[in-house]
């Protein structure tokens, strides 16, 4: 248990803060399965369009790490263009 106020208001953010992140992470790992299982190649790169945006947004925030988003627009970028 906090013992200060200050204490206290920072369990309050950390709260906000998680549930927040915890939303963004969900919707970061929608948006790659909807690229992983796309049927069409437009349909692939619609999807992917929309990943890697986020993927800036959530690491530019600082919600995921700015080598995490790199790898992930790599790995999903491949898969789209080997998508026949």
Known sequence: MPQHKSAEKRVRQ???RTALNKARISKMKT???RVRTAKTKD???EALK???KYLDELAAKG???KNKASNQKSKLT???NKHA
Request: hydrophobic share 50%; no cysteine.
């Open 50 to 52: 929309k990943a890697v």
């Open 14 to 16: 950390i709260k906000r």
């Open 31 to 33: 948006l790659i399965k």
């Open 78 to 80: 491949k898969l789209v």
């Open 43 to 45: 349909e692939a790169q």
């Open 63 to 65: 919600t995921i790490h």
